[in-house]
């Protein structure tokens, strides 16, 4: 309420001489608003929509007119905008009720020396409100919309999805679901960085978006992957515009540093009918589809058929799922490890390794790569996850190594299996059985699946630790927003993401990346640890950039458990 920028008063009010009493009031107390006089229904509905006001004053009867009738507007048009009853008739039973119904105060006309404190606290508090609100508007939108391309998540789109089968079945509308996926994406991303890619994804959002109908719905599904749903659609008619768009981008250019790029689309169709009960199912085999165009040559469109040879492979593929499950019964799972050294001489502070997961089938031995996509697609992450802790606590106990003074084993778990409520009970009562000493036990989530789940990760890591397990972020720097996210994930590891460590002696780029997560880590009082370390000369140049750990195949090989 400075005088160059003064308050913005909306007063209601059918009395020019009253409504004069209240602004001589206001001036005596250095008060001098900017202010605007209205005296019904139509003046104030004009009001509420043209001006940006900070404080509205009512009276409480007017002829055909009332503060409840005001407060109603008031919360339609400006829900933030606090309201103050100034009259010379409210009783305090109505007075009681008009502040039920929204109003922040009342004060009667004979008592206005309570009108200025009453307005000072009033649009304060206000600007609260209204810094809550939009704070509330910001989040609940994230929570339901992808954070680099602005477009529709993930979550929301399988939300709308069901709501689209639920149609079909209940009405018979028809619908189409596209399923898109970046045929040279991983060249782009490894020629010219994250970054490139990134900027990559935006730009292809806005050109998808331009051929794509209003009332449809387009997503990223995460990676490179895009999802269209079709409203109201026929087969014929989608795969018109599903092969416009795979026009429409092969003739994309994508400029990175005076260098240019072209990409192509593969996308899988699956006509929504009463034939699907899930919309998991529809996905599914939109994958599917979306992988024997792929196949077939890639740029290209393919409908899914159940009758097709390449897709029944692609089914087969499924059966991961029983072979997980049958794993899980048989007790198929078994453990491997792989040692990690220390680099610095403070660092030196007891035996570290990580725990990696095998399939054992007779005598083969199936490394996660070929499983752990199976098990992630069809929500056996949990399960997985749970019985690799079953194991490595029984070894630790076993060993002894569990009760040591000092030592750290770091133990891996999908970003998935932080949303199960029961899971950290798990764990506790797994502790508690092998009587293991928590600050031996090191939980690792990737990076890019903490950011996914950021609320329910970063709760899960705080009661972790508060119970002294101790926590790791891996493949750190290939998220892009790293560093801001950081501050939020209170781990005790850094795992410096390998594809920067692995080139760092040639590429300059990767090598400062290696540099700056190191730098922020420590910054944040944290332990480094480089993976991929695959000889001397990258482990000493990493000895030098001063990180603590380094874990690779030039360091050691996996290994079965002792």
Not at 45 to 67: K, Q, V, Y
Not at 324 to 341: C, E, T
Not at 383 to 410: H, M, N, P
Not at 539 to 554: F, I, S, V
């Amino acid at each position: 309420m400075s005088p160059t920028n003064p308050l913005r008063m909306l007063i209601v009010e059918d009395s020019e001489d009253d409504a004069f009493l209240l602004l001589r009031e206001l001036r005596k107390g250095g008060v001098n608003p900017y202010h605007e006089l209205v005296e019904d229904e139509e003046g104030l509905r004009r009001a509420l929509c043209e001006g940006n006001w900070e404080i509205l004053i009512t009276d409480h009867n007017m002829p055909g007119f009332s503060s409840f009738r005001v407060l109603e507007m008031a919360r339609e048009y400006c829900s933030d905008l606090p309201v103050i009853i100034v009259s010379g008739t409210i009783g305090e039973g109505v007075a009681v009720s008009a502040m039920k119904a929204g109003a922040q105060d009342y004060i009667m006309k004979d008592n206005l020396s309570r009108l200025i404190p009453a307005i000072e606290r009033e649009v304060r508090e206000g600007s609260v409100r209204e810094a809550k609100r939009l704070a509330e508007t910001t989040l609940e939108y994230l929570a339901y919309h992808d954070s680099l391309t602005d477009l529709v998540n993930r979550r929301e789109f399988e939300r709308r999805l069901a709501q689209a089968l639920e149609d079909t079945h209940d009405q018979g509308q028809q619908h189409v679901l596209l399923y898109l996926d970046l045929d040279q994406f991983k060249i782009i991303n490894d020629t010219c960085g994250h970054i490139a890619g990134d900027h990559l994804l935006k730009q292809l959002a806005i050109l998808l978006s331009d051929h794509v109908r209003s009332d449809d719905t387009l997503a990223r599904l995460g990676g490179d992957e895009f999802g269209i749903l079709l409203h109201g659609c026929d087969a014929f008619y989608a795969q018109r515009i599903a092969e416009k768009l795979c026009q429409e981008v092969s003739e994309f250019r994508f400029v990175w540093q005076n260098k240019t790029f072209s990409v192509t689309l593969s996308i899988g169709m699956v006509v929504i009918s009463n034939h699907y009960d899930k919309a998991s199912e529809l996905l599914s085999h939109a994958d599917l589809a979306c992988y024997a165009a792929k196949d077939r040559g890639r740029n290209n469109v393919q409908l899914y058929q159940s009758n097709d040879r390449d897709m029944q492979q692609r089914q087969t593929d499924m059966h991961w799922t029983s072979r997980i499950q049958d794993a899980l019964r048989n007790n198929s799972f078994r453990l491997w490890k792989q040692d990690m050294v220390a680099l610095q001489p403070g660092s030196a502070d007891g035996y570290r390794t990580e725990f990696l997961v095998r399939l054992q089938e007779g005598d083969d031995v199936i490394l996660p790569g070929a499983f752990i996509p199976a098990a992630e697609r069809f929500d056996l992450m949990n399960k997985v996850d749970r019985k690799v802790i079953e194991l490595a606590f029984r070894y630790l106990d076993q060993t002894g190594l569990g009760r040591e003074r000092s030592g750290t084993f770091f133990i891996n778990l999908s970003g998935s299996s932080f949303n199960d409520p029961e899971l950290f009970p798990y764990i506790c009562e797994q502790a508690s059985e092998h009587q293991l000493n928590p600050e031996r036990v090191c939980f690792e989530i990737t990076e890019t699946s903490a950011i996914a789940n950021l609320n329910v990760t970063q709760q899960f890591i705080i009661n972790a630790r508060e119970r002294g397990f101790q926590f790791a972020l891996d493949d750190f720097g290939a998220g892009m927003s790293s560093f801001s996210y950081l501050k939020a994930l209170p781990v005790n590891y850094l795992k410096v993401d390998g594809g920067f460590v692995r080139n760092l002696l040639t590429d300059p780029i990767d090598l400062g990346i290696v540099d700056a997560c190191n730098r922020i880590g420590h910054a944040a009082g944290l332990k480094t640890v480089a993976e991929f370390v695959e000889n001397d000369d990258v482990k000493n140049r990493l000895m030098e950039l001063g990180l603590d750990y380094a874990q690779g195949y030039g360091i050691s090989k996996p290994c079965p458990l002792d």
